[in-house]
């Protein structure tokens, strides 16, 4: 803060040399004229003093018989009158300024967030018909009422908001969480298999179960019937309660697994040479500057710079750089460490995948080979699998009534 002070008043840095600069140093200290950096070199010394200060330094280099000579000129006295030499420099300042308020007064970049049921196009032409858009003036936006046609227009979201942050308009929305799961409709059906495996668990909520712990079932096996018989007195189906099958089924059934991996494969080998393309976007378009890319196979990085000239006014004007990486395809040999490795993802992959859908492993045997042209890893796993697939009823699947309960069901 000092410095800041010292720079604003002004400042200037002499050498002092003469009879006696050491009385010079005492009677600048005895007038309180502040000094400052005092180095010495020799006989000559070189310090620091204010303008105010040097402008009593007359009569105190008549007494000591020492020189002053300037050395540099620092502070704001000494920069106004350079820049207000420089007319066009001014006017620019100016005219730089004016176009900073200018553009603070306009929306320049809007951001939404939190919607996934809803895109964002949606969302921007929801925003164009009700007149918010990029470019628009700041002040022609009222929060309230756009958070209040938001909720109004779309049933889906529960909470919103909306805020100003400099030149951007950012928008976050709360959507409701039960539109996102899946809508089922209550259908009436049955429950087949639609794996081999032998059944170790069983729990039925709904329906009619038609096997039982320890069968084994095959694809394509009714596992529980939807229809729930409703008895006469003389053992005949008065009417069927037709309902929608649910249970918990699991059987225990071996997964194959079977992964491979070429001998061979391509590599990128960067030749080191590069080249760069520069381009603009102004309000969406887009200006490119400079020529295409020369090289046969590259690879492109694309970096992007908004202009941002002070916190919170980011204007419609972007700065993007692709750099082509040259590169030559070499093929390249896997060797057996690095087969094992990408093998043994592969297949962690693929249990983490079985372990995601609920599937429990208790025994696994896999192994790796050694093909004509490629690396095989193979194996069985033993698995605890939910199974059951929903069919729904069609009409002639519905037994009419009066008929007999077959003994296999009665027995039941």
Same mark, same amino acid.
């Given at each position: 803060?000092?410095?800041?002070?010292?720079?604003?008043?002004?400042?200037?840095?002499?050498?002092?040399?003469?009879?006696?600069?050491?009385?010079?140093?005492?009677?600048?200290?005895?007038?309180?004229?502040?000094?400052?950096?005092?180095?010495?070199?020799?006989?000559?010394?070189?310090?620091?003093?204010?303008?105010?200060?040097?402008?009593?330094?007359?009569?105190?280099?008549?007494?000591?018989?020492?020189?002053?000579?300037?050395?540099?000129?620092?502070?704001?006295?000494?920069?106004?009158?350079?820049?207000l030499s420089r007319k066009v420099f001014v006017l620019g300042l100016f005219a730089a300024c004016f176009f900073w308020f200018w553009s603070s007064r306009y929306i320049w970049e809007i951001n939404i967030t939190g919607n996934t049921i809803i895109t964002e196009d949606v969302f921007i032409d929801f925003l164009k018909e009700h007149g918010i858009r990029v470019g628009m003036q700041s002040d022609?936006?009222?929060?309230?009422?756009?958070?209040?046609?938001?909720?109004?227009?779309?049933?889906?979201?529960?909470?919103?908001?909306?805020?100003?942050?400099?030149?951007?308009?950012?928008?976050?929305?709360?959507?409701?969480?039960?539109?996102?799961?899946?809508?089922?409709?209550?259908?009436?059906?049955?429950?087949?298999?639609?794996?081999?495996?032998?059944?170790?668990?069983?729990?039925?909520?709904?329906?009619?179960?038609?096997?039982?712990?320890?069968?084994?079932?095959?694809?394509?096996?009714?596992?529980?019937?939807?229809?729930?018989?409703?008895?006469?007195?003389?053992?005949?189906?008065?009417?069927?309660?037709?309902?929608?099958?649910?249970?918990?089924?699991?059987? @225990?059934? =071996?997964?194959?697994?079977?992964? &491979?991996? *070429? /001998?061979?494969?391509?590599?990128? +080998?960067?030749? !080191?040479?590069?080249?760069?393309?520069?381009?603009?976007?102004?309000?969406?378009?887009?200006?490119?500057?400079?020529?295409?890319?020369?090289?046969?196979?590259?690879?492109?990085?694309?970096?992007?710079?908004?202009?941002?000239?002070?916190?919170?006014?980011?204007?419609?004007?972007?700065?993007?750089?692709?750099?082509?990486?040259?590169?030559?395809?070499?093929?390249?040999?896997?060797?057996?460490?690095?087969?094992?490795?990408?093998?043994?993802?592969?297949?962690?992959?693929?249990?983490?995948?079985?372990?995601?859908?609920?599937?429990?492993?208790?025994?696994?045997?896999?192994?790796?080979?050694?093909?004509?042209?490629?690396?095989?890893?193979?194996?069985?796993? @033993?698995? =605890?699998?939910?199974?059951?697939? &929903?069919? *729904? /009823?069609?009409?002639?699947?519905? +037994?009419?009534? !009066?008929?007999?309960?077959?003994?296999?069901?009665?027995?039941?």
């Open positions: 803060m000092i410095g800041f002070l010292k720079w604003v008043r002004g400042y200037v840095q002499i050498k002092v040399w003469g009879f006696a600069p050491e009385r010079f140093l005492n009677l600048c200290s005895n007038k309180n004229i502040l000094l400052w950096d005092i180095k010495k070199d020799g006989d000559i010394y070189y310090l620091c003093i204010s303008l105010a200060g040097f402008y009593r330094l007359k009569e105190i280099t008549r007494k000591t018989g020492t020189r002053v000579v300037i050395l540099k000129r620092c502070g704001l006295p000494f920069l106004v009158p350079q820049i022609d936006l009222d929060i309230e009422e756009l958070e209040k046609e938001i909720r109004r227009e779309f049933q889906e979201i529960t909470w919103t908001s909306a805020k100003l942050s400099g030149t951007s308009l950012e928008i976050s929305v709360k959507e409701n969480d039960a539109l996102l799961a899946p809508m089922q409709e209550d259908i009436l059906s049955d429950l087949y298999a639609e794996k081999d495996g032998l059944i170790v668990s069983m729990i039925v909520r709904s329906g009619v179960p038609q096997v039982k712990i320890g069968d084994r079932v095959e694809e394509g096996t009714l596992l529980v019937d939807g229809r729930v018989p409703v008895y006469n007195e003389d053992t005949t189906v008065r009417k069927y309660q037709c309902v929608r099958s649910d249970a918990d089924i699991y059987v @225990q059934r =071996i997964q194959e697994v079977y992964e &491979e991996l *070429p /001998f061979y494969y391509m590599d990128k +080998v960067y030749t !080191g040479r590069e080249q760069e393309s520069h381009y603009m976007k102004l309000f969406g378009k887009m200006l490119e500057v400079g020529g295409s890319c020369s090289f046969t196979v590259y690879d492109t990085v694309i970096t992007e710079k908004e202009f941002e000239p002070l916190k919170g006014l980011t204007l419609p004007f972007i700065l993007g750089t692709r750099c082509y990486r040259e590169y030559q395809n070499t093929e390249r040999i896997y060797t057996t460490d690095q087969a094992k490795e990408l093998l043994i993802k592969k297949y962690s992959a693929f249990i983490s995948g079985l372990e995601e859908k609920g599937v429990q492993i208790i025994e696994k045997d896999v192994k790796i080979e050694t093909g004509s042209d490629r690396w095989i890893l193979v194996g069985k796993l @033993q698995v =605890i699998e939910k199974i059951g697939t &929903e069919v *729904p /009823f069609t009409e002639e699947s519905i +037994v009419e009534e !009066g008929t007999v309960i077959p003994e296999s069901i009665e027995s039941e």
